[in-house]
């Protein structure tokens, strides 16, 4: 066992509801550790999160940004031109805060479905992992993790769904879903 501190890489994946809580419950985690926390949610952006308003008393030191549009369709031609123009946009800022080395901790939010959708090469994600700054750490959520990922992260954590309200007929929650 090392003593080594290192910016670590984590993936939170699998069928199960909790990836983005998990993720979210680690950048507060870490804010409260006086780290600087970027969250990018790289298909969210339809719909009003009330973690969107809980991080706005961290100010600069917790950043919260939606990238995409909602909901995608994805398969061939099903997939909007404008989603796809809207992940590499978003990837190009994540890299970017990534190589930079200002944020402790960079959560890419919903990132496995875009590389599982084809929308994102996870190639590039790789590269810009295995070269990013000693001390950043990185979460990546969303299920279908990419194989390539899963082999450089550190950590990776599988959600698996038991049981879900919804199967009763429950909806989404204000406060538990969003």
Do not use: C
Not at 82 to 87: A, F, G, Q, S
Not at 88 to 106: H, N, P, Q, T, Y
Not at 150 to 156: F, G, H, N, Q, R
């Amino acid at each position: 066992m090392t003593d080594s501190r290192k910016g670590l890489i984590l993936i939170n994946t699998g069928p199960g509801k909790g990836k983005t809580t998990a993720a979210l419950g680690t950048a507060l985690r870490a804010v409260g550790n006086g780290m600087r926390v970027l969250v990018l949610q790289f298909l969210k952006g339809s719909w009003h999160y009330g973690e969107l308003d809980a991080v706005l008393p961290f100010g600069d030191n917790f950043v919260l940004k939606q990238m995409g549009r909602g909901f995608v369709k994805v398969g061939g031609a099903e997939t909007d031109p404008e989603d796809i123009r809207l992940v590499e946009e978003a990837w190009a800022e994540a890299r970017v805060a990534i190589e930079s080395g200002d944020w402790d901790l960079v959560v890419l939010d919903e990132i496995n479905y875009a590389i599982s959708y084809g929308m994102l090469d996870p190639a590039a994600v790789a590269d810009t992992l295995r070269n990013r700054p000693e001390m950043v750490h990185v979460i990546l959520t969303g299920r279908n993790a990419h194989p390539l990922l899963v082999e450089i992260a550190d950590t990776v954590t599988e959600m698996r769904e038991v049981k879900h309200a919804y199967q009763k007929g429950i909806l989404a929650q204000r406060g538990i879903e969003f």
